[in-house]
Nanobody, 123 residues
């Protein structure tokens, strides 16, 4: 299983970026997908998650500015980031919880991370 993230870059404050992440490989279903980030000298933190049912969870400081969404048919998750601030500068990691069980009556959940994509917001 692989998570391939893309869409990072350099943007001025108040600008926008859209991150994308595609899951590939052998799995039965995707339960939760989303994004974490890690700034230099800080711990990795949750940014936004979306469940298979569409429920979302956001870090307080990005509410109203970021929107997480997913395309279940394409096994993809997106993060639309608007009104970016210098404090949003970090490496953004795609995250997913997948059911990799080969048996229909069993569930085997595993956590996966993408390779990270740099987002830099200049003031």
């Amino acid at each position: 299983v692989q998570l391939q993230a893309s869409g990072g870059g350099l943007v001025q404050a108040e600008g926008s970026l859209r991150l994308s992440c595609a899951a590939s490989g052998s799995f039965r279903s995707i339960r939760t997908m989303g994004w974490y980030r890690q700034a230099v000298g800080k711990e990795r933190e949750l940014v936004a998650l979306v469940t298979s049912g569409g429920e979302t969870n956001y870090k307080d400081s990005v509410k109203g500015r970021f929107t997480v969404s997913r395309d279940n048919a394409k096994d993809m998750v997106y993060l639309q980031m608007n009104s970016l601030k210098p404090d949003d500068t970090a490496v953004y990691y795609c995250y997913a919880v997948l059911d990799i069980s080969r048996y229909p009556t069993l569930t085997s959940l595993r956590h996966y991370w993408g390779q990270g994509t740099q987002v830099t917001v200049s003031s």
